[in-house]
């Protein structure tokens, strides 16, 4: 025995490991929950479908054409998120701050006309949320998912103030890159709500 | 180990033994403003533990009433307002918050990182969920707690039945630190996932890690819902909407859906971190490596998805239909095949090993022993037509005490015992934990045994009072005196907690010749946690440091 150490063994290399980092993960994390909530609004919006006794149905009150404009503007601005992603990662910052400001003006556009149809539902048609369970759910859904656009809205406008101020760079673009997975999220949410709710539900069953 | 470890520079800045020196104000600036995972967690536990004594103190109160047969010790509606606040306080901020609480001290110590992912969320995590059970307590200043019980069903929840603002409070309250829950399971998420010590793969998580890994994503999906039930329920009572009005098509059966899909796999995220906890233990008193660590972490897989799918075993008798209930019963029976697997792993891992009986062991004991008479009248009560005959009496309200302070309340003392010396620096008195320990279990076994007599003799929950010819009498007694019995055994832990705080026996870093990361650095650990990050090459990385020339990696 001349040194103990000398018939140690020794450990396998160690392998590095690929994976998200943790801030990704968190914005994963988030949006699994995200998931969950929205899924429990749409299952109760569906239960309650065609169970009202007073009107208006959603046959009567829901108008389609001003809902597909919103519609296209949600999903196109998916679109332009998606093409300032690959800007920022080709180092072109002023073609990000350009498509990401395009895709704020996208959001609020939906927001607008959000509210131009909620304002028709509720002077025209007297839906509100306290008139029958259509409102009660139509209003619980499709609001919560409005709030989420405008955090989604408010979000962005801080990242634009980032890439403004030039701290959005190539390097350094990972508030960007989870901002425009929550809007994605926000995006197929809405899509799925638009199924439901304008496609399927307004025959009064799915 | 010497009396005194070095004192780091850095160390007075955060640790309450030295910070005194800086006075009051300078200490509770300290920890209210602290984003460290350790003071988070003890927050976390301490808030805990004052809650637990609130609870405690409406538990005797509801037994003092339950005594006699036809005392007035409460009235009628008081005795409604102390089962609710009992209960939502027992689970939402007693049971949750002191596993979030012992994970976030020691999840980041166990995989050799230096924080939480996220710290300053994990603080915000920690406040709102304090705030949203002190909102819940504020209702008593609006003339009477909420009366509605801790599942709230529907329509007791409406304006129309519920018509002061207490259900308003509990609510909100029940909302709002539901999204310190939510932040707390992301945080360990992102933590486990992407902060693990170089070479600790995720087959190399120390097992309590690994059941902190899925609670986190069963909080993930089952606290929204929740979330989302008691915005319906605000909106029923602020708005006028119409979710669970009945009277305008509402459904309270929707609610019973909604708060179960909550409320099932809630038991499981009071119960996955124990099992962690029994993992840690049970091994490092056996001297023994955990048996079948792969089918463990399995398991805990399995009871996490199998346990999503079970919820409506609470409401056999709403009169779903025999198809649901059929499904629902066999789901229910399914899960007890991963816990089964967990409890012969446990009982092997013992086996042939040479079992220390220190406090933790004992508890730990305790908890094998108790949790698994828990299970048994789980599977009783999953059988539908034994349902029918038990639901809501006190049959049930024994079997969910006995898994809840049996298996979750067991399974922590075992792991306060356990890591107190790691938190503080100093050892908890064996013989006051003797003490205890023996007035918990015949306490605790003298109130819950005779409750199932009880519920089998016809007694249903929630009932204020009874008649004398029922025969009810002598089960509420013996129950009454078990509750008598345990309370002291509380008193001794708090007790023992200042008392060792104060002048135990200092621990050293490695008090029980333990394998994971944690006990690698001081007790308390510094703020920074490791002075450099460990490399890790197997699940025990301190044996391999301990026995260079055997080291576990060769085996794995």
């Not at chain 1, 609004?41 to 309650?48: E, G, K, R, S």
């Not at chain 2, 306080?89 to 995989?111: A, Q």
Request: hydrophobic share 50%; net charge neutral.
């Amino acid at each position: 025995m001349t040194t103990a150490t000398h018939t140690f063994p020794s450990p396998p290399p160690l392998v590095a490991e690929q994976g998200l980092c943790a801030a990704q993960w968190g914005m994963v994390a988030f949006l699994v929950s995200e998931v969950a909530f929205f899924s429990t609004l749409i299952v109760t919006y569906v239960t309650f479908l065609g169970q009202d006794t007073v009107g208006p149905t959603p046959a009567e009150a829901l108008s389609l054409p001003l809902v597909i404009g919103t519609t296209i503007c949600l999903v196109s601005s998916s679109v332009l998120i998606h093409g300032a992603q690959l800007a920022i990662e080709h180092g072109r910052q002023r073609l990000f701050s350009f498509l990401w400001a395009g895709t704020i003006a996208l959001g609020i556009a939906f927001l607008v006309g959000t509210a131009v149809e909620w304002r028709e539902l509720i002077v025209d048609h007297q839906l509100t949320i306290g008139r029958n369970l259509f409102g009660t759910t139509y209003y619980t859904l499709v609001g919560f998912h409005g709030l989420h656009v405008t955090g989604g809205v408010i979000a962005m406008t801080v990242v634009l103030g980032l890439a403004l101020s030039r701290n959005v760079t190539r390097d350094n673009c990972i508030s960007a890159q989870l901002v425009a997975w929550y809007w994605h999220f926000v995006d197929v949410v809405w899509i799925v709500v638009f199924l439901v709710v304008y496609v399927g539900g307004r025959g009064g069953g799915l | 180990m010497s009396l005194a470890p070095p004192a780091h520079p850095f160390e007075n800045a955060t640790h309450d033994g030295s910070g005194r020196r800086f006075g009051l104000t300078a200490m509770l600036h300290t920890w209210t403003t602290s984003v460290d995972h350790k003071q988070i967690g003890i927050l976390y536990i301490l808030m805990s533990l004052v809650f637990l004594v609130i609870g405690g103190i409406e538990a005797l109160l509801m037994r003092w009433q339950l005594f006699f047969p036809r005392a007035e010790v409460l009235a009628p509606n008081t005795f409604n307002q102390l089962f609710t606040m009992h209960g939502t306080t027992m689970i939402f901020f007693v049971g949750m918050p002191i596993l979030i609480g012992l994970g976030n001290y020691l999840v980041p110590l166990m995989i050799g990182a230096r924080d939480m992912a996220f710290p300053r969320l994990n603080a915000f995590g920690f406040w709102i969920t304090l705030f949203g059970g002190l909102l819940v307590y504020f209702s008593f200043a609006t003339g009477g707690a909420p009366a509605i019980g801790w599942f709230a069903y529907a329509p007791l929840t409406e304006q129309t039945f519920a018509r002061g603002p207490a259900t308003d409070f509990w609510a909100l309250g029940l909302l709002i630190s539901g999204i310190g829950t939510i932040a707390a399971a992301v945080n360990f998420v992102a933590t486990i996932l992407a902060m693990r010590a170089p070479g600790m793969t995720m087959r190399k998580l120390p097992f309590f890690v690994w059941t902190m890994l899925w609670t986190a994503v069963q909080m993930l999906f089952a606290l929204p819902p929740l979330t989302a039930a008691l915005v319906m329920i605000l909106f029923d009572r602020q708005l006028g909407a119409h979710f669970f009005d009945v009277q305008n098509g509402g459904s309270a059966y929707l609610w019973q859906h909604l708060f179960w899909f909550f409320g099932h796999p809630e038991v499981y995220i009071l119960i996955l971190p124990v099992f962690g906890m029994i993992s840690e233990v049970i091994p490092v008193f056996s001297r023994k490596v955990l048996f079948g660590y792969e089918f463990m972490a399995a398991a805990t897989v399995a009871i996490v998805f199998i346990s999503m799918g079970v919820w409506a075993h609470h409401m056999f008798c709403v009169g779903m239909s025999r198809t649901l209930d059929l499904v629902f019963a066999a789901a229910s029976l399914l899960v007890s095949i991963p816990t089964g697997i967990k409890f012969f792993n446990w009982l092997a891992t013992m086996f042939g090993g040479r079992i220390r009986f220190a406090s933790p062991m004992l508890f730990a004991c305790g908890f094998l022993s108790m949790f698994v008479i828990g299970g048994l009248t789980g599977i009783m009560l999953a059988s539908v037509p034994l349902d029918f005959q038990l639901s809501d009496s006190y049959f049930v309200v024994g079997h969910f005490h006995w898994v809840l302070i049996g298996g979750t309340l067991f399974g922590t003392f075992a792991g306060i015992y356990y890591w107190y010396p790691k938190m503080t620096g100093r050892m908890l008195s064996e013989r006051l934990a003797r003490w205890q320990f023996w007035l918990l279990y015949i306490g605790f076994i003298l109130t819950f045994g005779p409750m199932h007599v009880s519920g089998m003799l016809g007694m249903p929950r929630r009932i204020y009072t009874y008649d004398p010819d029922r025969g009810w009498a002598l089960w509420n007694q013996l129950t009454t005196l078990g509750a008598l019995i345990q309370t002291p055994s509380y008193a001794i832990f708090v007790y023992n907690l200042v008392a060792s705080w104060r002048n135990g026996t200092p621990a050293g870093d490695d008090p029980w010749d333990a394998w994971t990361l944690e006990w690698t650095t001081t007790s308390p650990p510094p703020s920074y946690n490791f002075e450099e990050l460990p490399v890790v090459h197997s699940r025990r990385p301190l044996w391999d440091a301990k026995h260079p020339e055997d080291p576990d990696w060769q085996y794995e």
